[in-house]
């Protein structure tokens, strides 16, 4: 590996700007100790140039939100033909729209809580009120809330009093123009890491999420010491078998490549239902994915390293 050069990508302009920052200033560390020679390139107005000028052996994507995570930023490297780490365009749009993931899984037969997806339009044409009854009538209180697009818990908020429901709508709707309301599910909140091998996609031990608010948002994501995280999950031999058997199913039935993360309610009844998906998982000190890598006995840079070598070894397929 010593001998290629590979660009890490982080920044960009979405609200996970920073934290997308802190990925790419750990991943990068974790690639030079397995020996790798990584440059840390922002997404910014340069970028396409500097991809042309400076083209490097492999991009490795440490954005998050829409640029990272939609399909934009992989979209631009299959024009320019630069090996990429991660999900192609298609996949990510599938993954990066929660409405369209979670249809994907339930056509499978994979439980997931009911919802329903409203534009911001709608409120407005047939009134917030007779609109919001209906929600809670159909799903009922507590209700999750969260952007149909967009990661790190922005704008997700669970309401328990239809009261507070016009707010947290508004705070939502501040983060992205259409809400994902979800039936809140009581249990135990999982992640589960996959990464693609040579027998083809493995689950890594799950890590349950124990937050000391009792929800896992932005501030419980990112702040040292809000959240108690246990590696490996807290589960039983079947509970664990499923979390894995689900999050390998969200990784092919979305056409997710090379790294993937779901994210999974364990309810009270033993029924796990998948919650979203993630193409570009967060890489930071409280991440989950470095955890689960840890817990697993494996090195966060051995792993890039290796999918660094997948990327370069299918695009000269494709070329060929």
């Known amino acids: 590996m010593s001998d290629r050069c590979v660009a890490v990508l982080s920044g960009g302009l979405s609200h996970e700007r920073e ?8 991943l990068s560390s974790a690639l030079r ?28 994507i440490a ?9 934009s930023i992989q979209t631009m490297l299959e024009m320019l033909d630069v090996p990429y780490v991660g999900a192609d365009s298609h996949a990510c749009r599938r993954a990066w729209d929660k409405p369209t ?29 007779p609109v919001l009854d209906a ?18 818990a922005l704008g997700a908020q669970v309401v328990r009093d ?80 499923v979390v894995a058997g689900l999050a390998v199913a969200a990784h092919r039935l979305l056409g997710l490549r090379d790294v993937s993360r779901t994210d999974a309610i364990v309810a009270g009844d033993g029924t796990v239902f998948f919650l979203e998906a993630n193409s570009s998982p967060g890489l930071t000190e409280t991440s989950l994915l470095p955890m689960a890598i840890e817990v697993a006995g494996r090195s966060l840079g051995d792993i890039y390293a290796g999918l660094i070598e997948r990327a370069v070894d299918r695009t000269q397929v494709h070329a060929g």
């Open 63 to 71: 954005l998050h939100g829409g640029e990272g995570e939609g399909g």
């Open 162 to 241: 239809a009261a507070d429901l016009p707010a947290a709508m508004v705070g939502c709707l501040a983060y992205s123009e259409t809400v994902l309301a979800e039936r809140f599910i009581e249990g135990v909140e999982v992640a589960v890491t996959v990464i693609d091998g040579p027998d083809g996609p493995e689950a890594l031990p799950a890590v349950e999420i124990d937050p000391e608010t009792g929800i896992y948002d932005y501030t419980a994501r990112y702040t040292a010491g809000l959240t108690n995280f246990h590696t490996p999950a807290r589960l039983d031999d079947r509970a664990a078998a």
């Open 19 to 26: 934290v997308s920052l802190r990925s790419g200033r750990r």
């Open 135 to 152: 929600m809670v009538d159909r799903l009922g209180l507590p209700m999750m809330l969260k952007p149909e697009q967009g990661g790190s």
């Open 101 to 129: 993931a979670k249809t994907e899984l339930a056509r499978a037969g994979l439980a997931t809580p009911e919802w329903v997806v409203l534009p911001h339009s709608t409120f407005r044409e047939l009134g917030a009120k």
């Open 33 to 60: 100790t397995a020996g790798v020679t990584v440059e840390e390139w922002d997404a910014d107005s340069s970028l396409l140039a500097r991809l042309r000028e400076h083209r490097p052996d492999a991009v490795v």
